[in-house]
Antibody, heavy 120, light 107 residues
Framework: EVQLVESGGGLVQPGRSLKLSCAAS????????MAWVRQTPTKGLEWVAS????????YYRDSVKGRFTISRDNAKNTQYLQMDSLRSEDTATYYC?????????????WGQGTLVTVSS | DIQMTQSPASLSASLEEIVTITCQAS??????LAWYQQKPGKSPQLLIY???SLADGVPSRFSGSRSGTQYSLKISRLQVEDPGIYYC?????????FGSGTKLEIK
């Protein structure tokens, strides 16, 4: 059974940093691209970033480029999202998601989400 | 960015009724379209990918279709477990973008 378990969310002040983790199990992690997607009541669902199987290719939405870094450790079956210079508009539930094999075009599985609140 | 215009925003239907939700893409996205169902307090679940392919474990009453840049999700006979919010996603080009969602309720 595919499982994706996020951790690391919480309350953080504007301008500070936070690092999310996603522990994967139930599949061969190194064979799949991974992603982060966030959700708010006002903006809905937003793709944040994706990473290829080996980590050599990364992709970001414009609003997080230069502030967020997606990475993965295939030996630990874990992906990460380092979030720096956080803004109030980054407040959201962040989901870890797995792409289908060979593609970075949709999300086949999602974690349960972790809430990030950016507020002073 | 590719815009996905989803309609209706909300929908109330009776059990066994046919339900259709649509997404209009702002440009050609081919078959790079997926549909998701989200229930309260849960993460989205994949229903349809490639515009028309049913995801593993999804009941056959769900189906997807395409006409040009308009995409539809059909539930052939609404069941008690089907209420939730439905989203489309275009996977043609980055940034991947979602529709605004359709809230489906049982009448």
């Amino acid at each position: 059974e595919v499982q994706l378990v996020e951790s690391g969310g919480g309350l953080v002040q504007p301008g500070r940093s936070l690092k999310l983790s996603c522990a994967a199990s139930g599949f061969t992690f190194s064979n799949y691209g991974m992603a982060w997607v966030r959700q708010t009541p006002t903006k809905g669902l937003e793709w944040v970033a994706s990473i290829s199987t080996g980590g050599g290719n990364t992709y970001y939405r414009d609003s997080v480029k230069g502030r967020f870094t997606i990475s993965r450790d295939n030996a630990k079956n874990t992906q990460y999202l380092q979030m720096d210079s956080l803004r109030s508009e980054d407040t959201a539930t962040y989901y870890c998601a797995r792409h289908p094999p060979g593609y970075l075009n949709w999300f086949a599985y999602w974690g349960q989400g972790t809430l990030v609140t950016v507020s002073s | 960015d590719i815009q996905m215009t989803q309609s209706p925003a909300s929908l109330s239907a009776s059990l066994e009724e046919i339900v259709t939700i649509t997404c209009q893409a702002s440009q050609d996205i081919g078959n790079w379209l997926a549909w998701y169902q989200q229930k309260p307090g849960k993460s989205p679940q994949l229903l349809i990918y490639g515009a028309t392919s049913l995801a593993d474990g999804v009941p056959s009453r769900f189906s997807g279709s395409r006409s040009g840049t308009q995409y539809s999700l059909k539930i052939s006979r609404l069941q008690v477990e089907d209420p939730g919010i439905y989203y489309c996603l275009q996977g043609y080009s980055a940034p991947l973008t979602f529709g605004s969602g359709t809230k489906l309720e049982i009448k």
